[in-house]
C-alpha cells in the first residue's frame, strides 16, 4: 500500500514544482481526492440551511421556545465560527487527512443523535457539536486540495468545491422542505448518516496525507483561546444585538470585548515561537484583499438571502418547497458558473474575474431592490440567476487568493480563515441588513397604517405588527372583516418590500466596495509550493 504521508520540503523559489511523487491507483487521486472531500463539505454547507426550514416542525414536536429554536442555528453557527481557524491549525499540525476523517465520523454521529434526541437540549448540544467537527472538516478539505491537485488544475478544483458547497447551501431549502413535508424534521439529520458513512469510506481509500516539512510542531494555547474568545464575542453581537438592541450595553459590550481580545490576540501572536496565525501572513496584500472580499461577498450573499426567503413564503404566499425551487436559477448559475470561473482564472489570474464578479453580484442587488409585491416568476429568476453568475468566480478565486498566498505549512489555518471570514461576513450581513430592514418597517408602517385608513393602534400593537411585519407576515386579527384584512395584507406587503429594497440597495454598494477590494488581488505567490504531481 502506498504511504498516506508525504513529506514536502518548502523550495526555495515558490515557482518551482515541487510535490509528491505522482500517485499510483485510488490513494492520492486527484479528481477522486476532490470527490471524496465534496462528499464531507456537502454535508456541512446543506446544514447550514436546511435546518431553517424543520425548525418550526421542531418547535411543535419538542415544545421548544423561540429563544430555544434560535439556538439550534445559532449554537451551530457560533461553534463553526469560532473554532474554524484552530481546526485549521489541528490540520496542519497532525495531517489533513486525520482532521477530515474525524470531522465527518463526528459530523455525522452528531446528526444522528439529534434525530434520536426527544428534548430541544439535547438538540442543541448535538448542533453545537457538529459545528464543532464540521470546523474540522472544511479547512481540512483545502489543504487536502491544496496538497493533491498540481497549481495549473488547483482553481478547477476549488471551483468545483465551490459549486459543491453553493449548491447545497441554495439547495437545503428544497431538500429540508422535501424532507419534511412527506417525512419527519428528523430525518432532515437522519440524512447526514450514509452520507458520512460513504465519506469516510472514500476518505480511507482515497484520502492521502501531504504534510510540509516545516509544519507546526507545538501548540499556540494562548492564541487559540484568545481568537476563540475574540470570534466569541464578535459572533455573539452580531447574532444577538437585533434583539437587544444595536446601542445597547450588552451589545456594546461584547463588541468592545472583542476587539480588546483580538488586540490581545495579535500583541500574544507577535511573541511566541509558532503562533497559532502568524501575522506576517497578512503583508501579503493580496491575501489580505482575499480575506476582505470573501468577509463582503457573504455580507451580501447571505444578508440578502435571508430576505428572500421571508418575501417568496410570506408575500408571494409560497410553499418552503415552491421557494426553494424558486432559487433554482441561483444554484444553477453556480452550478454552471463554478468550474467555468475556475478555468478563467486559472488562464487570466484571479483578479478580472473577482472584479467582474462583484459587479454581477452589485447589479444583481440593485436589481432585488426594484423587486415588488407582484413582481413576475420570470423577473426574480433573472436577479437571482445573476446574483450566482457573480458569486460563482469570487467563491471560487476569493478562496484561492486566501490559500494560495499563504505558506504550505499554513494552508489549513488558510482554509479555516477563508471559512470564518465567509461565517463573520455572513453573520454581519443578516445583522446589519437586518437592522436597516428593521428601521425602515419601524419608520413607514405607521404612515402607511394611517394612509390605509386603517383602525389606530396602540403602541403596544404597533410594535406587534411591526415585528410580524419585519419578516413578511401580514397582522391580521381573527375577527377582522375581509375589506380590513386585504388592506392590511396591502400594508403589511408594501411596507415589508420596501425595506427588504432598502437593504438590497446597501448590499449592492457593499458589492461595489468588494469590486474595488478585487482589484488588489493577485494569483497565489505560494500556490505552486509543495503542490502533488498526482495524475490527472
Known sequence: ????????????????????????GLRGHPWLTLFSVAIGVMMVALDGTIVAIANPAIQQDLGASLADVQWITNGYMLALAVSLITAGKLGDRFGHRQTFLIGVVGFAAASGAIGLSDSVALVITFRVLQGLFGALL???????????????????AIGIWGMVIGASTAGGPILGG??????????????????????????????????????????????IVLLSGAMFCLIWALIKGSEWGWGDIQTIGFLVGAVVLFLAFALVEQRVKEPLVPLAMFRSVPLSAGTVLMVLMAFAFMGGLFFVTFYLQNVHGMKAVDAGLHLLPLTAMMIVASPLAGALITKFGPRVPLVGGMVCTAVACFGMSQLAVGTSTLTMSVWFALLGLGLAPVMVGA?????????????????????????????????VLGAIMASRVDSELPGNWKDAQLPPLTPEQLDQASSAIKVGMPPVPKDAPPEIAGKIVGVAHD??????????????IVAVIAALVATLTKRGENAEAGMGGGHI
Open 1 to 24: 500500500m502506498t504511504s498516506q504521508t508525504t513529506v514536502e520540503k518548502a523550495p526555495r523559489n515558490p515557482r518551482d514544482p515541487v510535490g509528491p511523487a505522482p500517485a499510483k
Open 178 to 223: 422535501v424532507l419534511v413535508e412527506h417525512v419527519s424534521w428528523q430525518s432532515v439529520f437522519f440524512i447526514n448518516v450514509p452520507v458520512g458513512i460513504l465519506a469516510l469510506v472514500l476518505g480511507v481509500l482515497i484520502l492521502k496525507d501531504h504534510r510540509a516539512e516545516n509544519a507546526p510542531r507545538s501548540f499556540d494555547v494562548a492564541g
Open 138 to 156: 472544511m479547512p481540512a478539505a483545502l489543504g487536502l486540495l491544496r496538497a493533491t491537485f498540481p497549481a495549473e488544475k488547483l482553481n478547477m
Open 399 to 431: 478562496t484561492e487568493v486566501i490559500v494560495g498566498n499563504a505558506p504550505m505549512e499554513l494552508s489549513g489555518v488558510a482554509g479555516g480563515l477563508q471559512q470564518a471570514a465567509m461565517q463573520v461576513g455572513g453573520s454581519l450581513g443578516t445583522a
Open 495 to 508: 411596507t415589508f418590500v420596501s425595506g427588504m429594497s432598502t437593504a438590497f440597495m446597501v448590499a449592492g
